[in-house]
């Protein structure tokens, strides 16, 4: 089964940069649709990217647009999400699967924290 391992996430203050990883553990399969995801406390999970068709198109969430920006590395069988000028109400863990997402995918995803 395929697994997915997040990382990268950390605290910042607000303002400032991450760059989050998603590596899979077979090859090919982030050429599918990929997906990132985030949970903040007390909250539902929520769409954040999503990278497709083999990364011609991506999308974004309002929140988030102009400042993210997802990509992908066949090579590497690696899914990234730099985030720049973060704001504390990013503040989540961060995961990334499928779009649409399978159950059986989620990783632990990584915690991004922003302080202000």
């Known amino acids: 089964q395929v697994q997915l391992v997040e990382s990268g996430g950390g605290l910042v203050q607000a303002g400032g940069s991450l760059r989050l990883s998603c590596a899979a553990s077979?090859?090919?399969?982030?050429?599918?649709?990929m997906a990132w995801f985030r949970q903040a406390p007390g909250k539902e999970r929520e769409f954040v990217a999503g990278?497709?068709?083999?990364?011609?198109?991506?999308v974004y969430v309002d929140s988030v647009k102009g400042r993210f920006t997802i990509s992908s590395d066949n090579a590497k069988n690696t899914v990234y999400l730099q985030m720049n000028s973060l704001k504390p109400e990013d503040t989540a863990v961060y995961y990334c699967?499928?779009?649409?997402?399978?159950?059986?995918?989620w990783g632990q995803g990584t915690q991004v924290t922003v302080s202000s």
């Open positions: 699967n499928r779009d649409p997402p399978m159950s059986d995918y």
């Open positions: 077979e090859r090919t399969f982030i050429r599918s649709d």
């Open positions: 990278i497709y068709w083999n990364g011609g198109r991506t």
